[in-house]
């Protein structure tokens, strides 16, 4: 466990939460419309327990918070499967997916249905630490929960890094920008900009 910090008071706790998850609550149009225009990386954020079982879900909320110590933030939707095991597996894998990953991405997202097994998606293995890794994320962020609060519909989680995995390749990123999954690397080669300018 990281110093300084602090952190839940066990395993089998559940949140530290700040507001009041019955209250009513309205996403205005204006910053449903503006947040749109953020382009956030595109990564599978999975988890497992004690009994073998499997959680995974797509996430744009992923954030580096530190390199020393190598922490990250990760956020994720409270009730989904995987949001509601965190508090109790206490360990995640941050995937980072390339622009070959959308269907995956699609996949644990929900877009494409739900199957009786997600990991049937890609090409997975279990990491150092016991986590779902995809072997070909760009890389792998297997961590420990270090702190875990309770926000109205999400979970916001610092974890502490504990193994990194990298594929060695650099391939293309899969960003979400303007509600859609999409490449950073345009399709078409655009014209050199001093070409233009002649």
């Not at 499997?54 to 190598?70: E, K």
């Not at 109790?88 to 390339?98: A, E, P």
């Not at 199957?115 to 997975?124: L, Q, V």
Request: with cysteine; charged share 20%; aromatic share 6%.
């Amino acid at each position: 466990m990281l110093a300084d910090t602090q952190t839940l008071p066990s395993p089998g706790s559940t949140t530290t939460d700040i507001y009041d998850l019955d209250a009513p609550w309205q996403v205005p149009d204006d910053f449903r419309d503006g947040i749109r225009h953020l382009t956030r990386g595109v990564a599978v954020l999975t988890s497992a327990d004690d009994k073998g079982e499997r959680y995974g879900v797509t996430t744009t909320g992923v954030c580096a918070l530190s390199m020393d110590p190598p922490t990250l933030v990760v956020c994720v939707r409270r009730r989904s499967p995987l949001g509601a095991q965190l508090p109790r597996t206490r360990r995640f894998c941050v995937n980072v997916l390339s622009s070959r990953h959308r269907s995956i991405a699609e996949t644990f997202a929900g877009r494409r249905g739900v199957p009786a097994d997600k990991f049937n998606h890609g090409e997975w293995t279990t990491g150092t630490t016991g986590l779902p890794v995809l072997t070909e994320a760009l890389a792998a962020f297997e961590c420990e929960v270090d702190l875990l609060y309770g926000y109205p519909n999400h979970l916001i989680v610092v974890g502490a890094v504990r193994h990194v995995q990298q594929t060695g390749e650099q391939d293309d990123p899969l960003v979400y920008a303007s509600g859609q999954l999409s490449s950073l690397v345009p399709s078409v080669p655009s014209e050199p900009v001093m070409a233009a300018l002649s």
